[in-house]
């Protein structure tokens, strides 16, 4: 498993998650455009942890454009039901 690319981005959700409470809490301007960018940069961080689990250290860091479209997508492997 590859935990240090997992850890770093679950740790940028988790930062992007906060900020986003924050901002809903204490910005009266904050509107759904700056809710879907927050939501977008949410997503992208938990699916790209979940999508390189399995993936080397060396292709994580690597990673092609290919590579991050493909591992930022919402993973189809776990069932939401």
Excluded at 19 to 42: P, S, W
Aim: hydrophobic share 35%; charged share 30%.
């Amino acid at each position: 498993m590859n935990k240090e690319h997992i850890l770093m981005h679950i740790a940028e959700a988790q930062e992007e998650l906060s900020r986003t409470i924050q901002d809903l809490k204490e910005d009266e301007e904050y509107d759904c455009g700056n809710f879907l960018v927050a939501m977008m940069h949410l997503y992208h961080h938990i699916n790209t942890a979940w999508n390189i689990r399995d993936i080397s250290q060396e292709r994580a860091n690597e990673c092609s454009e290919e590579d991050f479209n493909k591992w930022r997508q919402m993973p189809n492997d776990i069932p939401l039901d």
